[in-house]
């Protein structure tokens, strides 16, 4: 029955608030060609980590940036042919960001008929007291908005709580951690959230970020930017983003594969002494496919991984 998640997304449906027919065909085409993409890679992670079940009252947070747009957009446009109900509230935390245009987000919602909260919190005013002119706000602003995220989810009676992050974002975090954080950790497209209470879930998790983009403006989102994070140049994971945009053009299909690699996790053949009984290790006699060939060089296409020596990042 989860098939139907992705047999369905091959055929698009109109929606309230589907931007018109456009009236170039090969344009038309190309937009088409486009929601089912998208469609389909959505529904797939939805199916394959069992994002959505049956009876469940989904959050998704819509911040004004294109990503949660799109989310919100193909989450509704599955809704209505998947093989289960389940509710989809969008929630928008307006931080009292000066200039915030506060009559957007409302007005789209309704227009969509989507039932829709909007939680209004100074967060702002507490990050810019906190942090120093100049300095990353990110860590900051994100804790305070999980805190309150986490709260309107109780509230609401929330069972999943669907946030924006595509393929780049999660290959970006996958690099941040290994270049500044010492670790193999990448962001997960479904867990636990850090106070046990809320699955958070990331539909998002397959598509590509420049789709997301051509998205927007065939859909002509009202993106509102963010004038927080949004205005620090400087910040390692733009740093991390210009990295795997730079190795995609120059290698075109390096993105796709260091994402499978995600997926294709090989414990015994890293060092991680708690994920592998390296100790213990014993002989067979049998012959193992996944058995290190010790005196064998590996073979990779041509520059699997470009651009390495040169990568270097401003202190």
Not at 75 to 94: C, G, H
Not at 108 to 130: A, M
Not at 151 to 177: C, S
Not at 231 to 253: F, T, V
């Amino acid at each position: 029955m989860n098939a139907v998640w992705i047999d369905n997304a091959i055929s698009p449906e109109a929606l309230p608030g589907d931007a018109p027919v456009l009236k170039e065909p090969k344009i038309e085409r190309e937009a088409q060609k486009l929601e089912k993409r998208l469609c389909h890679q959505v529904g797939k992670a939805i199916m394959e980590f069992n994002m959505i079940e049956e009876g469940d009252r989904v959050m998704v947070c819509v911040s004004g940036g294109k990503d949660s747009f799109a989310m919100l957009d193909i989450l509704l446009k599955l809704q209505s042919r998947a093989p289960i109900k389940f509710e989809l509230i969008a929630v928008n935390l307006d931080q009292k960001q000066p200039g915030f245009p506060d009559h957007i987000l409302p007005a789209y919602l309704k227009n969509l008929g989507v039932p829709f909260h909007i939680e209004t919190q100074d967060t702002y005013s507490i990050v810019k007291k906190v942090i120093s002119e100049g300095k990353t706000m990110c860590s900051l602003c994100s804790r305070l908005r999980r805190g309150i995220l986490y709260r309107v989810a109780d509230e609401l009676k929330i069972t999943k709580i669907a946030l924006g992050h595509h393929r780049d974002d999660m290959l970006q975090t996958f690099f941040l951690n290994m270049f500044f954080g010492g670790k193999l950790k990448g962001m997960p497209p479904k867990l636990v959230s850090d106070n046990g209470g809320h699955i958070v879930i990331r539909p998002l998790a397959n598509v590509a970020e420049k789709d997301l983009i051509r998205w927007a403006e065939h859909r002509q989102f009202p993106i509102i930017p963010c004038s927080l994070c949004g205005s620090q140049e400087n910040l390692q994971r733009k740093q991390i983003g210009h990295m795997l945009r730079d190795w995609e053009k120059q290698y075109p299909g390096r993105t796709e594969t260091m994402f499978t690699a995600l997926q294709n996790v090989v414990p015994s053949h890293l060092m991680d002494t708690t994920r592998h009984n390296f100790k213990d290790i014993k002989t067979t006699g049998l012959p193992d496919a996944d058995g290190d060939k010790g005196f064998d060089e590996e073979e990779f296409p041509v520059a699997t991984l470009p651009g390495l020596q040169v990568i270097s990042f401003p202190s």
